[in-house]
């Protein structure tokens, strides 16, 4: 079966400093990557996603993912973090192998960006 | 633009009574989910339904049943309520299900408290 995680409960990082928030996933098939984001007393909102082709992926808010197949990771990177960025984030990974086509996600990072 | 749209905000339930989540989107999206989240577990899938008519059993089902009678509603019942499900409720649809680049939409989610 498969299964994400996301090793650090959260992320500690200054204003303008480079982020990254880590995430590792076990599958049968392919895997297909999602990163989610959520906002205090908000559902989720989709970030980006890697299916396949290019293992830089960039997605909403100048976040951008690597696709590591032989690290089995796809950390989440932000070159300048912003004070707006912090929330919570969310791994979600699909297995090819899987006919339900379920997503299964990690237990999410809070990140948090000082001033 | 409204999306998904979940009742109540929130709710406090004596253990033992029935409790219905109430989910609405008008995307006209065939697939809609619920999942529950708690701290330290991330997001989990609870049922499912990949068109109107039709549902399916997620990673945590038990204590929960749900029905999709139109494309639109999709509603969660707890038929006897346990401390066990205080947690908070998400409804999510998608037009896509099955697809490997899927994209979740979520509501704002339900803060179910069970005394």
């Known amino acids: 079966a498969q299964s994400v995680a996301q090793p650090e409960d959260q992320v500690n990082v200054a204003e303008g400093n480079p982020l990254t928030v880590k995430c590792t996933y076990s599958v049968s098939g392919n895997p297909y990557l999602f990163w989610y984001v959520q906002y205090p007393n908000r559902g989720l909102q989709f970030l980006l996603k890697?299916?396949?082709?290019?293992?830089l992926v960039k997605g909403s808010y100048g976040f951008e993912a690597e696709f590591n197949k032989s690290q089995t990771s796809f950390h989440l990177k932000k070159p300048s973090a912003l004070v707006s960025d912090s929330a919570l984030y969310f791994c979600a990974v699909r297995d090819s192998m899987d006919s339900s086509y379920k997503l299964i996600f990690g237990s999410g990072t809070r990140l948090l960006v000082r001033p | 633009i409204a999306g998904i749209t979940q009742a109540p905000t929130s709710q406090i339930l004596a253990a033992g009574r029935r409790m219905t989540l109430r989910c609405t989107q008008d995307m006209r999206h065939n697939a809609m989910y619920w999942y529950r989240q708690d701290l330290g577990l991330g997001l989990r899938l609870i049922h499912y339904s990949n068109t109107a008519g039709t549902t399916g059993k997620g990673e945590v089902p038990d204590g929960y049943s749900v029905s999709r009678a139109n494309t639109d509603d999709f509603p969660l019942t707890l038929a006897s309520a346990v401390p066990s499900q205080t947690s908070v409720y998400f409804c999510?649809?998608?037009?896509?299900?099955?697809?490997?680049?899927?994209?979740?939409?979520f509501g704002s989610g339900t803060q179910l408290s069970v005394l």
């Open positions: 890697y299916i396949t082709g290019d293992n």
């Open positions: 999510a649809s998608s037009d896509s299900p099955g697809q490997p680049n899927e994209k979740l939409f």
